[in-house]
C-alpha cells in the first residue's frame, strides 16, 4: 500500500486538540488527516460544490502585523464553509489600547465561535490560547508559522504524491517563524530537512531538540550547517524566506551582508535533485533570498503553494469549528 492510498482512508480528520497553535502539538495521524481532508476540500471548490459544514459560525481574525494570504485565505475559507470572519485590527479593538490578552480571550469567546491571531510574541497567542474557551489559530507569531507550513506541505504531497521519505532544504534566517514550523511538521510527517544558515542563525535550540525527537520516531534525519551546499544536495524541496522578516527592519543592512552566501540561485540548486520543487511563502524579494529564475522558473511552484492556504486552512477551520460539542 502506497503512501497516499493509506491515508486517503482517513474520511474526517481526527483532532484531538482545541487550538492549532503549532504543528508540534499535532500528531502525524492528525496532520496527515487534515492534509488529506485539505485535498478533498480542494477538488469539491474546484468543481463547484458548496459547503454549509461552518454554517452560523464566526470567525475572529485579530491582526498585530499586516497581512495579504492570511487575512484573505481565512476570510474566503470561512465563506466557502458557509461561516463568516470579522477582521479586528488591533488598532481598533481594545487590545491595542491596553486591555489585556486575558480579558480579550474572556470577552471574544462569548461572541465568535473561533479567534485566528496574527502577532508578534509567541507567549500572547499562548496566553490567549490559555483564557479562550473557543478554537485559538496561530495566523503567525516571531516563532512559529503552522498555518504556512500546512499550505506547504499540501504543496510537496500534491507535487510528490508523497512526503515520508523526502528531503526539504531551507536555506537562510534559521532562527525565524517558518524554519521552526518547517522542523515541527517535516519531523511530524516523515521528510528528513536541513536547514542552512549563517552562523549565529541557527534555529531554536529547544524546537530543534523537540524536532529531533519526533523525528527519530519516524525514522528521519535532521541537519543544520552553515553550508548551503552540503544542506542542499540531493533535495527534493528547496524552501527560502526573507532575510528580514517584520519588525526587524532595523537590522536589514546587516542581514544583508551575513546572509549574502545563502542565496537560492541556480548554481546552488544544481545540486538539488532534478527535479525539485521551489518554494517561498512570499513576500518576495527577487535578488535578494532567490534570484528571479528560480521564483519564476520552472522549478517554482510558489502561486499552487499560496492558492494552498487557502485549501490547508479550510481543513483546520473546519477541524476545529466544526466540533459538535
Known amino acids: 500500500m502506497n503512501h497516499i492510498s493509506k491515508w486517503q482512508q482517513i474520511e474526517t480528520p481526527r483532532i484531538t486538540q482545541k487550538d492549532f497553535l503549532t504543528l508540534a502539538d499535532y500528531s502525524t495521524e492528525e496532520i496527515m488527516s487534515l492534509l488529506y481532508d485539505a485535498l478533498e476540500l480542494k477538488k469539491q471548490q474546484k468543481m463547484g460544490i ?9 470567525l475572529g481574525l485579530i491582526f498585530e502585523k499586516s497581512s495579504t494570504r492570511t487575512r484573505v485565505s481565512f476570510e474566503v475559507g470561512m465563506l466557502q464553509l458557509g461561516g463568516h470572519a470579522i477582521f479586528l485590527s488591533s488598532k481598533d479593538i481594545q487590545l491595542g489600547r491596553g486591555e ?25 497567542i499562548e496566553e490567549f490560547a490559555k483564557h479562550a474557551t473557543i478554537p485559538v489559530i496561530n495566523g503567525l507569531t ?22 515520508a521519505g523526502l528531503k526539504l532544504c531551507y536555506i537562510g534566517d534559521g532562527h525565524n517563524n517558518m524554519a521552526h514550523s518547517l522542523l515541527d511538521g517535516t519531523a511530524k510527517v516523515g521528510m528528513h530537512m536541513s536547514i542552512a544558515c549563517p552562523e549565529g542563525y541557527e534555529p531554536n535550540a529547544l524546537i530543534t531538540q523537540n524536532a529531533k525527537k ?5 525514522g528521519n534525519k535532521i541537519l543544520i550547517t552553515n553550508d548551503p551546499i552540503r544542506a542542499i544536495k540531493d533535495a527534493d524541496v528547496v524552501v ?23 542565496q537560492v540561485n541556480q548554481g546552488l540548486c544544481e545540486h538539488a535533485k532534478s ?9 518576495a524579494h527577487r535578488g535578494e533570498e532567490v534570484t528571479a529564475d528560480i521564483i519564476d522558473g520552472p522549478h517554482s511552484v510558489v502561486f499552487d503553494e499560496a492558492e494552498n492556504r487557502l485549501h490547508a486552512q479550510k481543513a483546520i477551520l473546519k477541524a476545529l469549528l466544526g466540533k459538535k460539542s
Open 275 to 283: 527535479d525539485f520543487i521551489f518554494l517561498h511563502c512570499l513576500p
Open 142 to 163: 516571531d516563532l512559529h508559522h503552522p498555518a504556512q507550513v500546512m499550505a506547504d506541505l499540501l504543496t510537496i504531497l500534491e507535487y510528490k504524491g508523497k512526503l
Open 214 to 218: 519526533a523525528a527519530s520516531k519516524m
Open 100 to 124: 489585556t490578552v486575558s480579558d480579550t480571550a474572556k470577552v471574544l469567546s462569548r461572541y465568535v465561535d473561533g479567534i485566528m491571531v496574527r502577532t508578534f510574541e509567541h507567549d500572547t
Open 240 to 262: 527560502t524566506d526573507v532575510w528580514t522578516s517584520m519588525g526587524q527592519e532595523k537590522e536589514a543592512e546587516q542581514r544583508l551582508q551575513d546572509f549574502k552566501d545563502f
Open 50 to 58: 458548496p459547503h454549509s459544514h461552518l454554517s452560523g459560525k464566526v
